[in-house]
């Protein structure tokens, strides 16, 4: 090694943070301890984690905007101010004006978060349990009573439109055998959705098993607050925030639900049930007995198509048969 070579200060980041040893020590649980907890079920486990998940909630200190909802945010001073090469002011001007700039910018942004955060994380979590309880207790149970109030409508209209449709311009009859097949498939479909639900053991642990608010309802504080690279509030503010955001809308839900949910369920329950006998006893005899007439009209229209159309179209085929067309190009 040359003596003579300068020296550099190397210097090794030796820290283990939080997250890595508490993998490593799951890791080496699991490899000293691989059977500790045979009755366990993956089941269970996830319902620990997502009950765990409001109590051990920790705040990303690093990068506080993961899913980059405020990277329009992220300012410096040149995105602000620039001076071209034909206009420049003295170098110390500059140079103090970039500093002023960006460490202003910083600490009043620090100081009104730390001012305001808080109590917006409050207000923000609470407005989220509202709109979560109102948009899980009312809007997707209403939405799902009116998409069974249409759907006979819809099922009556595609039938009437196959029908003419097919007759007018194609004239076969292969319509018929179609339309009780059709509608077989559609009792069998409302008998799954009919079915003895009441019987059917209910899950505490995964509470939207066909996912119908996963992308609407699931809003976590990434999702709403996020800060961008160089507007950071203190870490103190920023946990401080993040705890009380997801306390407060998960709490406040929990309230909310307490109090409205049994007598909205008994509501939606008493709802759902008239418009079942009303499907069941009312619109599904009136679907049935169009199909029976839609059948009757339909091989008594196919019947003339073919006794009056038929003849007709076969006499101007062999009419127009010997018509030949000879295309020529001039020069």
């Known amino acids: 090694m040359d003596q003579g070579a300068p020296l550099k200060d190397i210097s090794i980041d030796m820290e283990i943070s939080e997250e890595e040893e508490e993998v490593s020590s799951l890791l080496e649980q699991r490899e000293i301890y691989p059977n500790d907890t045979p009755g366990v079920t993956e089941a269970q486990t996830k319902g620990q984690d997502s009950l765990a998940a409001h109590s051990n909630t920790k705040a990303l200190i690093k990068d506080r905007d993961p899913k980059g909802i405020n990277k329009c945010l992220k300012v410096t001073f040149e995105d602000v101010i620039a001076e071209p090469a034909s206009v420049r002011s003295f170098d110390k001007v500059w140079l103090w004006s970039h500093a002023l700039f ?93 079915k003895d639900s009441h019987t059917k053991e209910i899950d505490l642990i995964n509470r939207d ?85 839609t059948q009757c009209l339909s091989r008594i229209y196919s019947l003339c198509i073919h006794t009056f159309c038929d003849p007709l179209f076969e006499a101007l085929g062999k009419i127009f048969s010997t018509v030949r067309v000879a295309l020529r190009k001039e020069v």
């Open 102 to 194: 960006e460490v202003s910018r910083l600490w009043f942004y620090r100081i009104v978060s730390l001012l305001l955060a808080v109590p917006v994380a409050l207000a923000a979590g609470l407005l989220f349990a509202v709109l979560s309880c109102l948009h899980i207790w009312l809007i997707v149970p209403s939405v799902q009573l009116l998409v069974i109030n249409l759907r006979w409508i819809k099922f009556a209209l595609l039938f009437f439109f196959r029908t003419l449709l097919h007759y007018i311009y194609r004239t076969l009859t292969s319509f018929g055998p179609e339309a009780p097949n059709m509608a077989d498939q559609y009792n069998t479909n409302e008998e799954k959705i009919l």
């Open 209 to 293: 098993p066909k996912q119908i608010n996963e992308d609407v309802v699931k809003v976590d504080f990434e999702d709403v607050i996020a800060e961008p690279d160089g507007t950071h509030s203190m870490d103190g503010v920023w946990k401080a925030s993040y705890t009380t955001f997801t306390v407060s809308k998960y709490w406040c839900y929990r309230v909310l639900s307490a109090i409205f949910g049994i007598p909205v369920a008994l509501l939606w329950g008493f709802c759902f049930a008239c418009i079942s006998f009303c499907h069941i006893w009312a619109v599904m005899p009136c679907i049935k007995s169009y199909l029976i007439e």
